[in-house]
Each structure stands twice: as C-alpha cells, then as structure tokens.
C-alpha cells in the first residue's frame, strides 16, 4: 500500500496533552501514608501520547501522514450518548476548578472543555474516514474514553470517545454497521455498556481477566435482547503474550468481524498490555500491535473498502509506548520507515514457554467453542 497520497490520517492536539488530574500515585491518591512520587499524578499522563507524536517526527513517519487537529464534539453531540444532566454537571464542576464525578476520573478547571476536544478527535477521525476523505486514521485522543458510561466516569476516562464518535456518524448517515475491537489490556466496559443492547454495533475487547474493572468482561457477557451475540469478550489470564495475542485474533476477532460484516472497523488501541506497562501484567510487544495491526488492517481491506480507525486509549510505559505506537502507524500507513524496538531480544526472552502457550491455546479455542459453537 502506497503512502505517496498520504491516505492516512493522524489527528492530536497539543491542548490535550494539557488535562491533568491532581496529585496521585499511580492510581492512590496522596496523602495519609500514602507518599507522592516524585513524578507525581495520574499515570495517565500526557508523556505516553506526546511521545509517540515525537518519534514520529523524528523517523520521519509524521512526514507521511495527514496531521490535523479537530473541533471538540458539540454538547448536542455529546448527548447522543450522555445524558443533559450528567453535561451540565460535568461542565459547572469544570468550570468552578475542576473535581471528580466518578471513580478515578480526577480533571482540573477546563476538564469538560479537553474532554469535548477528545471525544471530537475521533469523531473526526471517524467521519473523515467514511466519507472517502482518508483511507484509515488514527485519533490520538485524550482523556481515553473506553471505561466512560453514559452517566457516569470511570476510569480515567471522562467521556465515551468511540461511542461518540459512532453514534454521531450514524447521526449523519455516514454508515450503518460498526465493529469495534478493543485492545486495551482493562476490558472495554464503558463501550460495551452503551451498544450492549443493540445489534448494529459489534463490541468486541480482549483484556486482561479481572484487571479493571474486576467485575466486568466475563465471557459469558454477550448481550442482550437483539443485541445478544454482538459483543464478545475475550479475558486473557496474566502472562499472555505475543502468540496468544495474535491466536486470540485470529480465531476469535477476525472470525467475528467476517460474520458481522461492519461498514468500518474501529480500534480501541491501548497500548498497556505491553510488557513494560506498570498496569498491566502481559507480555505484548511491538511486534504484537504491528501484527494486531496488520490483521484489522486486512480484514477492512476485505469487509469494509479498507475503512479502519483508531481511538488511543490506555498505556503507561513513557518509554514503550512510543514504539508500539509507531508500529501500529507504520502498518496503518504501510510505509517502510521504522522505528525499531530496543528492547526487542529482551522482550522475544520473556514469552511464555511453549507449556505455558499451549494452556493458553486450550483457553482460545474454549472461547471460540463458546461463540462460534
């Protein structure tokens, strides 16, 4: 695929490295006997995302994309998915300094504002991808998105990015059928709470068993009423690695997609089921998001006309982040310009040994018995 037309959209935006939520440590609040860090905050910090956009920029990958801002979301486009009142209480505590409306959800004064800015991101990124103006693309959101529900923040994420996005692109009549594949290492509940009851939206999240939210995710979890058997879960136990990774997609997501049949195919990407990520505990690598990539990329080439969009999402890693990332825009863009791992021998080291994986093969095809029959 030729990156000369610069097919491939990347959309950031400089103020949302800007949101902050207050003193933390890693997800504890300081204070009693709890220490600050010294550098203290949320782990969902700007650091990750800008500097995944800065090694971009210096492989030169930046040079072959279509960059672009966004306008943030409309408050008639947020309430396509959350309701009036949760809005107005969202934006008077933003502007009185800022607060909490949820769990683990901090923001500062302006906090509605940059949430508005994120969600509006993807919503670009999305619509721009179904009208033809740009093959795939790529939103860099942030705050994330995935955990959020209609009515109530969780998880660092304060407004439903994708679900915004989507409902707002059928708002506009720019596609009907939207699968949504959910990578992030904490399961997709926020996602999968809003379509859940619905049989246009395919909700699919591979994460981590009983991470975040511990109460959420479970396989048996698969909708309900005309929405039964379009949402998935696929909860992976500690540990799982690159192969799994790739044999749950494999057998499980891509299978999925070809029997939905979408209009578009949409990534919740979070990058913290990488083996650096300080919440989670798997064992993914570069290659595994090149290669997750890769087949999300093909399946849409098949299904779709090759419509393909990305929502950033969660990981932690400031120092592997950036390389994931860069990987998944070198096989979005396919362009030859790489960014290689410097930790590659290492992390190829650690991979659950071949005992291990074949448990882990046994889970898989457990699942797909559970979903496919």
């Given at each position: 695929m030729s990156t000369s037309a610069k097919n491939t959209g990347f959309y950031f935006d400089e103020k949302s490295f800007w949101h902050g939520g207050g003193d933390f440590a890693l997800t504890f609040p300081v204070g009693g006997l709890v220490q600050p860090l010294v550098a203290g905050g949320l782990p969902e910090a700007p650091e990750t995302k800008r500097r995944f956009k800065n090694l971009m920029d210096v492989t030169g990958l930046s040079e072959e994309l279509t960059l672009s801002s966004a306008r943030a979301c409309t408050d008639e486009e947020l309430?396509?998915?959350?309701?009036?009142?949760?809005?107005?209480?969202?934006?008077?505590?933003s502007d009185a300094g800022g607060g909490n409306l949820g769990l683990r959800t901090p923001f500062l004064k302006g906090g509605y504002e940059?949430?508005?800015?994120?969600?509006?991101?993807?919503?670009?990124?999305?619509s721009d991808v179904l009208t033809g103006k740009l093959q795939n693309a790529y939103a860099l959101s942030r705050p994330p998105g995935h955990h959020c529900l209609p009515e109530w923040p969780?998880?660092?994420c304060l407004l439903a990015n994708v679900a915004i996005a989507i409902e707002a692109a059928k708002a506009a009549g720019e596609a009907k059928r939207f699968a949504v594949i959910d990578w992030d290492v904490h399961h997709g509940n926020g996602t999968e709470h809003i379509f859940y009851k619905r049989d246009d939206v395919l909700t699919i999240s591979i994460h981590e068993e009983n991470n975040y939210p511990v109460d959420t995710g479970a396989l048996a979890d698969k909708g309900k009423g005309v929405g039964l058997g379009y949402n998935m879960n696929i909860p992976l136990p500690?540990?799982?690695g690159h192969n799994t990774y790739l044999e749950a997609m494999d057998k499980l997501v891509v299978p999925a997609f070809e029997r939905f049949k979408p209009d578009v195919i949409i990534v919740a990407c979070g990058y913290d089921a990488g083996t650096y990520d300080p919440l989670g505990h798997q064992l993914c690598t570069v290659e595994t998001f090149r290669q997750m990539t890769r087949r999300v990329r093909e399946a849409a080439e098949r299904l779709c006309d090759g419509k393909l969009m990305m929502a950033h999402e969660g990981g932690y890693s400031e120092v592997y982040v950036p390389f994931c990332g860069h990987a998944v825009m070198e096989e979005m863009s396919?362009?030859?310009t790489r960014a290689p791992d410097p930790m590659a021998e290492v992390v190829a080291a650690r991979q659950p040994n071949a005992r291990v994986e074949a448990f882990f093969s046994s889970l898989i095809d457990e699942m797909a018995l559970e979903h496919f029959g």
């Amino acid at each position: 695929m030729s990156t000369s037309a610069k097919n491939t959209g990347f959309y950031f935006d400089e103020k949302s490295f800007w949101h902050g939520g207050g003193d933390f440590a890693l997800t504890f609040p300081v204070g009693g006997l709890v220490q600050p860090l010294v550098a203290g905050g949320l782990p969902e910090a700007p650091e990750t995302k800008r500097r995944f956009k800065n090694l971009m920029d210096v492989t030169g990958l930046s040079e072959e994309l279509t960059l672009s801002s966004a306008r943030a979301c409309t408050d008639e486009e947020l309430a396509l998915v959350h309701p009036v009142d949760f809005l107005s209480k969202f934006k008077e505590l933003s502007d009185a300094g800022g607060g909490n409306l949820g769990l683990r959800t901090p923001f500062l004064k302006g906090g509605y504002e940059l949430a508005a800015l994120s969600a509006g991101l993807s919503r670009a990124a999305l619509s721009d991808v179904l009208t033809g103006k740009l093959q795939n693309a790529y939103a860099l959101s942030r705050p994330p998105g995935h955990h959020c529900l209609p009515e109530w923040p969780n998880g660092f994420c304060l407004l439903a990015n994708v679900a915004i996005a989507i409902e707002a692109a059928k708002a506009a009549g720019e596609a009907k059928r939207f699968a949504v594949i959910d990578w992030d290492v904490h399961h997709g509940n926020g996602t999968e709470h809003i379509f859940y009851k619905r049989d246009d939206v395919l909700t699919i999240s591979i994460h981590e068993e009983n991470n975040y939210p511990v109460d959420t995710g479970a396989l048996a979890d698969k909708g309900k009423g005309v929405g039964l058997g379009y949402n998935m879960n696929i909860p992976l136990p500690p540990g799982s690695g690159h192969n799994t990774y790739l044999e749950a997609m494999d057998k499980l997501v891509v299978p999925a997609f070809e029997r939905f049949k979408p209009d578009v195919i949409i990534v919740a990407c979070g990058y913290d089921a990488g083996t650096y990520d300080p919440l989670g505990h798997q064992l993914c690598t570069v290659e595994t998001f090149r290669q997750m990539t890769r087949r999300v990329r093909e399946a849409a080439e098949r299904l779709c006309d090759g419509k393909l969009m990305m929502a950033h999402e969660g990981g932690y890693s400031e120092v592997y982040v950036p390389f994931c990332g860069h990987a998944v825009m070198e096989e979005m863009s396919g362009s030859s310009t790489r960014a290689p791992d410097p930790m590659a021998e290492v992390v190829a080291a650690r991979q659950p040994n071949a005992r291990v994986e074949a448990f882990f093969s046994s889970l898989i095809d457990e699942m797909a018995l559970e979903h496919f029959g």
